[in-house]
């Protein structure tokens, strides 16, 4: 007892004088290992060293998740590093021999049970706790005895080398080869006798430990120290494992008991019986190599490869599904066989679970039938798609069950029921109407592999959407993906009769729409929906096509489309169908006009495919406003009826102003303006055209000189004035009259109204505007008898280029006239208030090479829109 303390300190002593002679370490280097002192060999203090302790425990190799300390400067926290797992073990002969044989994606398949031992520990199990009565006893066992009663001590004590266990104030005791529990009942009769009051308390201490060679396919054969506890896995354990070379089922243990065979299939697997697994001192164990074996894959418990019994080398297949846990169905199971013959070519059979398999044998374990039977589905405009049992739910209305698992919105006049048929194997749609299935007057018994697809509102305006409508009429299919939309196209290109029911509905265009998912998931449902479809449009506040499972009422497709608008001409409703008779080559289009001002809806009957058209009430309201702006004495928006004329608005504003200025009133219509933006870009388009054309016959025709460069200049200007004209905003004014007096006497002359037309009346001006190719261009006084050249004069004349003999005049009511400023056009007439006198300059070069023949006309227009905006924009300001 007193070696162990010396060599400790010796071993304390030794390194504090080698740490105290050794250099310090360098920085980010691994610490030194204590030196020794001078003239003492490794080998003495290794000798002195196991005196005192036993022998030093070789170093464990590091394992995965293991944390190596990393070197450190002094001071520095310590840092580990995680060693990474090591790779996957590579597959032994038998699991390769096996691994091609497997079919294609089937997972591989390892030997059983040689994992086992990477979770044992190494040397055998510790005495950890009470050791049981049945403990056999040996030499150097410790033994501590309790003595509590008249003697209280505590004795430890060891069994010696002659099986002897030495107690103070007591006879030798015999104890080595006796059970724990023999030698407490005999310390128990001897103090009765000797020490009569005293009880004793037996246990024991540290076990003795023994020595085991372990040889054969095992990762280190050898050796192995263990304590007396330990079995024969500790053994095998300890010496790292079964290799997968070697047997489980044929290990020899020999000793001086005798020799006996363990097979291991017993502990790991749970069937057969459990071998004796303990040891003695001297035993010796030998795994011999691997026997032969079977491969179980496919649907069991366990797949793995199986060794086969030593005795007999058979296996009843039973037994190996009961290795291999069992099949993971109770029945319906089929076993393929897969064996050599005597060629040594692969041969299949299917075989009962009372065949035997031999070696090298491979048996799939497979379902006889993947099908499904008793099973119904309820999917679509459901809160929760589910499956059930048909037995729970044999009709459509105990599929449903309550009501409120249906979302809000569906479309109950055509749910789908698909139905695989069980002769052909293909899906079919079956239309049901799940209104009258909620309502309790009609159900239908379901088949095995049913599934019953609601719709809702989303699924059906997607039907009348702009992406379905395009491909039913031919057009190209949009870009998205859509197996549905695909589907259609195929089948309208096919046959374009089949969905005639519901084309006449009209592309409205809208943003991009997504495909629902019911769509993707049953591209069948779209066709089959559009084919029983009813056309409901006009006046319905959700035009569209709504399937139907068989007739409904029109009250039912109102219910859905939201009821006819208030607009609705319920004295005429027309029904389109198609009466198909039996035999017959020709199907007949009949039409219907109902009268239903009563709204008895209900009384009226659809069918699939027919078309329901509401008609427009004829209002006498005009759809859209008319402006009064200006000098009216309630100027504003007006509403108009059809038919009104432009002397009723005025009366209905309250007639005009004591200011008014009737004959500059500017009337603008919408139709008339575009017509005027046409032209314009219209001329735009042509001036280019004539430039291109004048500037390749000049390039051709025309020497290099002058002429090219003055070319040039005209092109650019032409460019320029068509640019300008692409540019101007024509105002739609028409030449009207405004005059509630001259109205009255001439009513020819009273204007029909449209919608959108605005009237401006404005204010009697007191000046004339001059512009173009004048000197002082701008607005002059009005004054009574002035002509046109008079107030060009005025304006200080007309600049050099100026073409005076196309000048115009633009008057208040915007007719125009020629301004008369030459000599051989002279006009004597005098021009009214707010007239605009309008001098272009001389358009000669584009004369010259024919560009242009007359811009009068055009400027004229472009000078009555420019006036008639600014007349606008004033007197709406």
Not at 9 to 23: D, F, G, K, N, S
Not at 359 to 376: E, F, H, K, N
Request: some cysteine; overall charge neutral.
């Amino acid at each position: 007892m007193t070696v162990r303390p010396a060599a400790a300190v010796l071993a304390m002593l030794l390194a504090a004088e080698a740490a105290a002679q050794a250099p310090p370490p360098a920085p980010l280097s691994p610490p030194p290992l204590p030196g020794l002192p001078q003239g003492v060999p490794l080998e003495v203090l290794q000798r002195m060293l196991d005196a005192a302790g036993g022998p030093t425990p070789a170093p464990r190799p590091p394992s995965a998740g293991d944390r190596v300390p990393l070197p450190v400067r002094p001071g520095d926290a310590p840092v580990e590093s995680p060693i990474a797992a090591p790779p996957t073990e590579p597959d032994s002969p038998v699991e390769a021999f096996y691994a091609p044989r497997l079919p294609p994606g089937a997972p591989r398949l390892r030997q059983f049970g040689y994992d086992t031992f990477a979770a044992l520990p190494a040397g055998g199990p510790g005495a950890v706790g009470a050791l049981p009565d049945a403990y056999v006893l040996g030499p150097d066992d410790e033994i501590f005895v309790t003595l509590r009663g008249r003697v209280a001590r505590t004795i430890a004590a060891r069994i010696d080398r002659d099986g002897r266990l030495m107690l103070p104030d007591l006879a030798p005791i015999p104890a080595a080869g006796r059970r724990l529990g023999e030698l407490r009942g005999e310390l128990a009769a001897r103090l009765a006798r000797e020490l009569p009051g005293t009880e004793a308390f037996v246990a024991v201490g540290a076990v003795r430990q023994m020595q085991v060679f372990v040889a054969g396919e095992v990762l280190r054969p050898g050796f192995q120290a263990l304590t007396s506890l330990a079995s024969v896995l500790d053994a095998l354990a300890a010496a790292g494992g079964v290799k997968r070379t070697g047997s489980l089922r044929a290990i020899r243990v020999e000793g001086p008991a005798g020799a006996r065979r363990v097979d291991l299939y017993g502990v790991l697997s749970g069937h057969g019986d459990a071998p004796d697994l303990s040891l003695a001192a001297g035993d010796r164990i030998v795994v011999p190599p691997l026997g032969g074996t079977v491969a179980i894959a496919g649907e069991v418990g366990r797949p793995a490869i199986y060794e086969l019994p030593p005795a007999v080398p058979v296996l009843p297949l039973r037994e190996a599904l009961a290795l291999a846990g069992e099949t993971l169905r109770p029945q319906g199971m089929r076993f393929l066989l897969q064996q050599f013959d005597a060629a040594g070519r692969s041969s299949f059979a299917e075989i009962a679970p009372d065949r035997a398999l031999r070696r090298g044998d491979l048996v799939m374990v497979l379902p006889s039938l993947a099908a499904l039977v008793g099973q119904v589905r309820l999917s679509g405009h459901v809160r929760l798609a589910q499956t059930r049992s048909r037995g729970a739910a044999p009709t459509l209305r105990r599929l449903i069950g309550d009501p409120r698992q249906i979302l809000p919105d569906p479309y109950l006049r055509f749910a789908a029921l698909v139905r695989v048929d069980p002769a052909t194997r293909l899906r079919r749609i079956h239309p049901v109407d799940l209104g009258r299935v909620l309502a309790g007057r009609a159900d239908v018994t379901l088949a095995d592999e049913d599934e019953l697809v609601l719709l809702g509102r989303a699924e059906i305006a997607w039907l009348s959407g702009p992406a379905v409508q395009r491909v039913l009429r031919g057009e190209p299919q949009p870009a998205e993906d859509c197996p549905a939309l695909a589907q259609l196209a195929v089948l309208a290109a096919g046959s374009p009769e089949r969905f005639a029911n519901v084309t006449g509905l009209g592309v409205i265009e809208a943003g991009p729409v997504a495909c629902p998912r019911l769509f993707v998931e049953h591209p069948d449902l779209a066709a089959a929906a559009l084919e029983s479809a009813v056309l409901m449009t006009g006046e319905v506040r959700r035009p569209g096509v709504y399937p139907l499972a068989e007739e409904a009422t029109l009250a039912d497709l109102l219910a859905v489309a939201g009821g006819p608008t208030e607009n609705a001409d319920l004295r005429n409703v027309e029904v389109t169908r198609v009466v198909r008779v039996e035999g017959a080559s020709a199907a007949p289009v009949e039409r219907f006009l109902l009268d239903i001002d009563s709204r008895n809806f209900a009384a009226v009957r659809v069918a699939p495919r027919d078309s329901v058209r509401f008609a427009r009430l004829f209002i006498d309201r005009d759809t859209g406003p008319v402006r009064l702006a200006g000098e009216f004495v309630r100027p504003g928006v007006y509403d108009i009826r059809r038919g009104e004329r432009l002397s009723e608005l005025i009366q209905r504003a309250g007639g005009l102003t004591r200011e008014a200025y009737p004959y500059g009133a500017v009337f603008t219509r919408e139709s008339v303006r575009l017509r005027q933006q046409e032209g314009f870009e219209r001329t735009a388009r042509e001036l280019e055209t004539s430039l291109l054309q004048v500037a390749a016959g000049r390039a051709v025709s025309a020497p290099a000189g002058r002429n090219a460069v003055d070319l040039g200049d005209a092109i650019r200007a032409g460019r320029e004035l068509a640019a300008s004209l692409r540019e101007a905003r024509a105002a739609g004014r028409m030449v009207v009259e405004a005059n509630p007096a001259v109205l009255a006497a001439r009513p020819e002359l009273d204007l029909l109204l449209e919608p959108g037309d605005v009237l401006v009346v404005p204010k009697r001006p007191n000046d004339v505007s001059v512009v173009g190719a004048v000197l002082n261009p701008g607005a002059l006084q009005f004054r009574s008898g002035r002509r046109a050249s008079d107030y060009v004069e005025a304006a200080g004349g007309p600049q050099r280029f100026a073409d005076i003999a196309r000048a115009f005049v633009v008057l208040p009511n915007g007719q125009t006239q020629p301004a008369g400023l030459s000599s051989w056009s002279f006009s004597p007439e005098p021009i009214p208030p707010g007239s605009l006198v309008v001098v272009p300059q001389d358009p000669s070069p584009f004369e010259t090479w024919g560009f242009i023949r007359d811009l009068t006309q055009l400027l004229s227009q472009i000078s009555i829109s420019a006036a008639a905006l600014a007349v606008i924009a004033r007197e709406t300001r």
